[in-house]
């Protein structure tokens, strides 16, 4: 029974006896479910129920999940509207399917900026940047009741901290339950929301943890202390890591340690049962899984992560090896944290843990209802470790510890000691620091909610966290923004004094309610498609290089390119007879392909004249969904190509936001019969590498939930009838043949073998004899046109004979006598069993 089925009927029950109806009926659902509340959840559910503001400051591990759980519950007993909001957007689909168990999938909703379903739910699970633009559109008539705030800590945040202050400063109609381990002195916070909302604030804090932390501080070497832990009982162990790299190495090097017995291998193998490992890392993680080892972090494909969290929870994975993201509120159940370190690179530096985050991850050991206590071990960096066992050498010959010779941390390494350890233990998460920011997104949103601008911004700036002095350079700048709109004519003063809203100025074009959220220079992409030939044989894969240009760079994929780049172009200066040193001149200015650049730089200045807002964005040239379809990958040959393994998450991302920005932005007089192909094809590859969210929306259905059929369709389905069956959508399918088809003329193009074997290497002695046709076709001529043209559609042809296929792929060769050709058979059935496009037939065919 979902929890939204425990609703009390309130009808005939008197007003003064409405919250212990309501609170009755959800202590019986805690009971079902064999679950008694701590005092510290008692104390904050009772506050969210009497109508207060609650900030709940307990331990990580305490149970703020079943607090948030009941404030959602009183609030749909009451007939409000909650916003459940979580720092990233793969926290908040996490959420919004846990909810979705909680209390039943018609209840609740799902808001990322990218992806909204049932979004005029009760409950809503959202990013903080989604409820701080709707406070600032809307201000105190924004349609919100009660705001939970999870890992309110990130309030400090210096560039996304603003969206967590926001709405304490704009909804003061709305109660807010506030909730993180590790927010240090709130008192300043407990009286500002009171004043604010006119509620009493309650504060549930305390440092007693429901199940108490064992700290150490180790010298010897990790996978030693892996052992050690394993032997002493203490798994489930995280073995923490602040990069994905490591963690995976991490991982591959435990295969040597026997971790678990043949009979928790065969229940492993029970538990993953037909779960389809599709991709090369897939591949990888199964090996380690069913050796009881997991990896968790952020660049997995996110059915790996959830199979490795549902695996965590049988207790059947020993040893997790991940990244600290799991200090932010996932799910998986641990016994022992072993960090092997106590210095992260930020993004800007390397620098040691805040105490704040040291706590964070720390926070995760322990499991309430399972252990008496959890076990956090910090290693001692690896100069300490090796100092230690130079010194036991030295202990039996007075000797040689007199000429011991210690070694050191790498020049410009930060490193760290036990004091550094012991600091970190007992000290108390730094205080919050306001992170308010004034931007013309801001200003944007506020000059279209109703009433008088100049108040509303008065209020947002006077009335902030900052200091009086930072209010005043926020002032400064906001009219400075002010001005910039209005020479842009985008604002313009009303001449009758006030429109019928109350407004001085208003927005000369009312924006969407989004355009701050999904990709906010889709206006400008808009406007650059003018600025495209037409008539151009690459006019489609330039309108994908306008749109690739305005989305988030996936820093890994770029890299990885740059790189690929460069050792080609070192290759190709080496056989030129280029100097050494000459060569890494040169190659410092080899950077990833970066289609139309120029053009769109231009066009982008100009742009930014007329519309200042789009100054605060960067425009990103760059090539990753046309580099695919340049050389027909896969999302497999994608990977392959440039060592995207340890990334693929990183990469169906980026693919994703680039479907859904190709498939919603692109005007249809710009969608040529080539670029609907292409957007069918992408989406369907999104759907056969990862069809997670897909698979359990659809567990969760159910024909009466009101959900926009059409928007979940466009979000999920990605137009697949079939979400399992490769050839459900025959369009997409079609163009993944082509794809394959032209990858072989390229592969053949290049002389590259072996790679054609490996291609087709399941035909065996039925594939082509590669080396013959190679030496047949260059024997005639001296090159193969593999650019746009080559691709052309007259040089290929199918023909659809139920579940075969039949096709000619013609080699456009530079004489035009296109008298060699790829022709095969396509099994439709072996392609579903396979997973991508599967062959019965091909030969190298020469009229």
């Not at 931007?439 to 947002?460: D, F, I, P, Q």
Request: a negative charge; hydrophobic letters at 40%.
């Amino acid at each position: 029974m979902t929890l939204a089925e425990m609703l009390p009927d309130l009808t005939d029950v008197p007003e003064s006896l409405l919250d212990e109806a309501i609170w009755g009926s959800f202590l019986s659902w805690t009971r079902t479910r064999g679950i008694s509340l701590y005092p510290a959840q008692e104390e904050a559910s009772l506050g969210v129920l009497a109508g207060d503001n609650v900030i709940l400051a307990t331990p990580t591990g305490s149970g703020k999940s079943m607090v948030a759980n009941a404030a959602h519950f009183i609030a749909l007993a009451k007939g409000q509207r909650t916003f459940y909001t979580a720092p990233i957007k793969a926290l908040v689909s996490e959420k919004f399917f846990a909810l979705c168990e909680i209390f039943g999938p018609e209840n609740v909703g799902m808001m990322t900026g990218d992806a909204t379903v049932n979004g005029k739910a009760p409950i809503i699970a959202a990013t903080a940047e989604i409820v701080a633009n709707i406070a600032l559109r809307d201000g105190a008539d924004a349609a919100i009741d009660q705001v939970v705030m999870d890992e309110f800590h990130y309030y400090s945040e210096p560039d996304r901290g603003w969206a967590w202050q926001v709405p304490l400063l704009e909804l003061p109609k709305a109660q807010f339950l506030l909730m993180s381990a590790t927010l240090g002195d709130t008192a300043w916070l407990e009286k500002d929301l009171t004043a604010r909302t006119g509620r009493a604030t309650t504060y549930v804090g305390g440092s007693e943890r429901p199940v108490p932390l064992d700290f150490h501080y180790v010298y010897s070497p990790v996978h030693e202390t892996i052992e050690e832990l394993l032997d002493a009982g203490k798994a489930p162990i995280y073995v923490v890591h602040f990069s994905q790299r490591e963690a995976t190495e991490r991982a591959q090097a435990m295969t040597s340690l026997k971790i678990i017995d043949e009979e928790t291998k065969q229940r492993i193998a029970a538990e993953i049962g037909d779960f389809k490992f599709t991709t090369t890392y897939g591949k990888e993680l199964s090996k380690l899984l069913r050796r009881g080892i997991g990896v968790h972090h952020a660049g997995m494909l996110p059915k790996y992560r959830r199979l490795v969290e549902k695996l965590s929870q049988t207790g059947l994975l020993k040893v997790i090896s991940g990244t600290d993201t799991l200090g932010v509120g996932i799910n998986v159940p641990i016994r022992t944290v072993l960090m092997i370190g106590l210095a992260k690179y930020d993004g800007t530096r390397q620098r040691i843990l805040k105490s704040r985050e040291f706590h964070q991850i720390a926070g995760r050991a322990g499991r309430a209802g399972y252990d008496t206590e959890g076990t956090v071990v910090v290693e001692a960096p690896e100069h300490e470790i090796e100092n230690v066992k130079l010194r036991i050498k030295a202990t039996t010959d007075p000797k040689k510890a007199k000429k011991i010779r210690k070694k050191s941390a790498r020049e410009g390494e930060v490193t760290w000691s036990e004091k550094t350890y012991e600091r970190l233990t007992v000290a108390e998460p730094e205080q919050l620091n306001s992170q308010f920011r004034v931007s013309n997104s801001m200003l944007l949103n506020v000059l279209a909610r109703h009433g008088e601008t100049y108040e509303h911004m008065k209020h947002l700036l006077r009335t902030n966290h900052d200091t009086r002095s930072k209010q005043n350079a926020d002032i400064l700048t906001t009219l400075e923004l002010f001005r910039g709109l209005l020479r842009a004519g985008l604002v313009k003063r009303h001449v009758k004094g006030r429109d019928i809203y109350g407004r001085t100025y208003h927005l000369v074009k009312e924006l969407p309610r989004d355009f701050a959220l999904n990709q906010p220079l889709g206006p400008f992409a808009l406007a650059a498609l003018s600025l495209l030939d037409p008539e151009s044989e690459t006019y489609t894969l330039d309108i994908i290089s306008v749109f690739e240009a305005i989305l988030d760079d996936p820093r890994q994929i770029l890299k990885a390119q740059e790189s690929a780049a460069r050792g080609e172009e070192i290759a190709r200066l080496k056989a030129d007879g280029v100097e050494y040193t000459e060569r890494m001149a040169l190659i410092e200015e080899v950077t990833y392909p970066r289609p139309l650049e120029e053009l769109l730089e231009q066009a982008f200045e100009t742009f930014g004249e007329g519309n200042p807002w789009a100054k605060e964005f960067e425009l990103s040239p760059k090539s990753i969904v046309r580099d695919m379809i340049e050389h027909a990958m896969t999302f497999s040959d994608l990977v392959a190509t440039y060592s995207l393994a340890r990334s693929e998450g990183v990469v169906l991302r980026y693919l994703t936001d680039a479907w859904r920005t190709l498939r919603n932005s692109v005007p249809a007089e710009y969608v040529t019969e080539e670029l609907a192909d292409i957007i069918e094809w992408l989406g369907a590859l999104i759907k056969q590498v990862d069809s997670s969210l897909v698979d359990e929306w659809a567990r969760m259905g159910d024909e009466d939930t009101p959900i926009d059929e059409e928007t979940l369709q466009r979000e999920l389905a990605f137009g697949v009838e079939d979400p399992e069956a490769l050839t459900a959508n025959p369009r997409a399918f079609t163009v993944m043949v082509r794809n394959l088809f032209f990858r072989l003329v390229e592969m053949f193009a290049f002389e590259r073998e072996e790679q054609l074997e490996q291609i087709v290497g399941y035909l065996g002695d039925e594939a082509p004899d590669w080396a013959a046709a190679l030496d047949d076709y260059f024997a005639e001529y001296a090159d193969i046109d593999t650019t746009n043209a080559g691709r052309g559609r007259e040089y290929f042809h199918v023909e659809k004979h139920d579940r075969r296929w039949t096709v000619r792929q013609t080699i456009k060769d530079p004489e035009g006598d296109n008298s060699f050709a790829l022709v095969g058979v396509v099994d439709l059935d072996a392609s579903d069993e396979a997973g991508e496009v599967r062959l019965e037939q091909l030969r190298v065919e020469q009229v």
